[in-house]
């Protein structure tokens, strides 16, 4: 940690929110940016006319209850055999969660690979991969079911739950918080997407979006190009994040997601239905699409009682003046997806600001 | 869950190799980049290379992990002696 770099950042962020005069609403849209921040105490060092506010940026928060449900009643399948990421087990649907449930033919996996290797040694099994995430997760699930194709895999199953951060962005500021000042970008999506990927947010809305990395100084340093750009009025993308994000991304990755996967409309959880937000197999695919396979139909579900995650996801409250938020709502048994997660934003102020 | 872990390439075959990260070595694959050889520096997610990165990037990574081990450490060794 370089500390000249973090004073002069502090310093230009001074500077430059003096100069806006009003409260400045930032949201970091990246889950792993939200705990990075408690981390760090970047909170306690900011501006008085600075808010951070949490946003919609942790895949395991937003999977629609729906989904998770989908996965139970598939894992009570003695036919089939489930492969999901260790961050999928303690979601809870309507009833339970998968950890809850102690089902024999839950594998958690560490990569898409896996999932495809189990399928290699369960034959008499049907493979159903538990696909959830962003942009960063998805080339991996691309690569799995192309694998699956050249293998002749016939009992490899993808359950897509992946969602894609842009549009979401869009949604926000198109109406369910349009009070966004700006957004600190996500490190990892946008290795994959590249920078350039933001140019329409600043365009259609004239909001900085500026893609920082995970230490101090980089998000520091993030947040004083912000509020540079909004203190000259001069809104633009850019990254301090140089050393991984390039402008175009990776493009192997953006073209293996464009092969099997198409955008569609798909329920965010608490933002509700996203133009575009989500991503389904490709027809050409269809054999690895668990949700044809199966002939699920996927039902969005309510949110529980009382749970105000939907409005957290949209920087509209912060975790702690929700009413279940400590009391009925703890990470030991959540109530809302926000504080299930470690990146969720709920379980951040959890662990960090109570 | 997006987060993505800097790690040296230290065997490579085809598209499969494995990762390095302050000691600890996983199989991972470099499908996504396929540029890079053994021995760079790349960013692993669920298994895969999605980045090659430079020795500083990693660098900063690794120290902020081996200061939140500590942190963490000191943690729980304060919760050891309230009980």
């Known amino acids: 940690m370089r500390l000249d770099v973090i004073q002069s950042a502090c310093n230009e962020l001074e500077q430059a929110c003096a100069v806006i005069g009003r409260m400045v609403q930032v949201m970091e849209v990246c889950g792993t940016h939200t705990v990075a921040l408690f981390r760090h105490g970047i909170r306690s060092m900011l501006p008085a006319n600075l808010k951070l506010l949490s946003g919609p940026g942790c895949p395991v928060c937003v999977t629609d209850q729906g989904y998770i449900d989908t996965v139970i009643d598939l894992a009570r399948r003695t036919d089939c055999l489930i492969a999901t990421y260790g961050d999928m087990i303690r979601v809870p649907g309507r009833n339970t969660s998968l950890e809850r449930l102690t089902l024999p033919n839950v594998r958690v996996v560490l990569s898409s690979d896996d999932a495809v290797a189990l399928a290699q040694k369960h034959p008499e099994k049907t493979v159903v991969f538990v696909a959830v995430g962003f942009e960063t997760t998805t080339p991996a699930t691309a690569v799995a079911i192309r694998q699956a194709q050249e293998l002749g895999l016939k009992n490899f199953t993808v359950l897509c739950g992946h969602k894609r951060v842009l549009p979401a962005m869009h949604a926000l500021l198109s109406g369910r918080n349009d009070k966004i000042d700006a957004f600190l970008c996500p490190g990892h999506v946008s290795v994959i997407l590249g920078s350039r990927a933001y140019e329409p947010v600043v365009k259609n809305f004239n909001r900085p979006c500026v893609v920082a990395g995970f230490e101090a100084e980089q998000i520091l340093l993030g947040l004083a190009k912000i509020c540079r750009q909004i203190a000259d009025k001069r809104p633009t993308v850019d990254s301090v994040y140089s050393l991984a994000v390039r402008p175009e991304g990776n493009p192997v990755a953006i073209r293996i997601i464009d092969q099997i996967f198409e955008p569609c409309d798909g329920p965010w959880r608490g933002l509700g239905c996203i133009p575009d937000g989500a991503l389904r197999i490709r027809q050409q695919y269809a054999d690895f699409d668990a949700q044809k396979r199966f002939g699920i139909e996927q039902i969005p579900a309510e949110e529980p009682g009382g749970c105000q995650c939907g409005k957290v996801l949209c920087g509209l409250m912060d975790p702690s003046q929700c009413g279940l938020f400590g009391k009925k709502c703890t990470p030991d048994h959540p109530v809302g997806p926000c504080m299930v997660s470690t990146e969720g934003a709920c379980a951040a102020w959890y662990k960090y600001q109570r | ?83």
Request: glycine share 6%.
């Open chain 2, 1 to 83: 869950m997006c987060l993505a872990i800097p790690a040296r390439i230290v065997e490579m075959t085809g598209d499969r190799a494995v990762a390095d990260a302050m000691g600890n070595r996983w199989a991972i694959r470099t499908t996504l980049t396929p540029e890079v050889k053994l021995g760079d520096i790349v960013l692993v997610h669920a298994g895969y290379a999605i980045a090659k990165v430079e020795e500083e990037e990693a660098r900063q990574t690794w120290e902020l992990f081996a200061q939140i081990a500590d942190m963490e450490t000191e943690q729980n060794q304060a919760k050891g002696a309230e009980q």
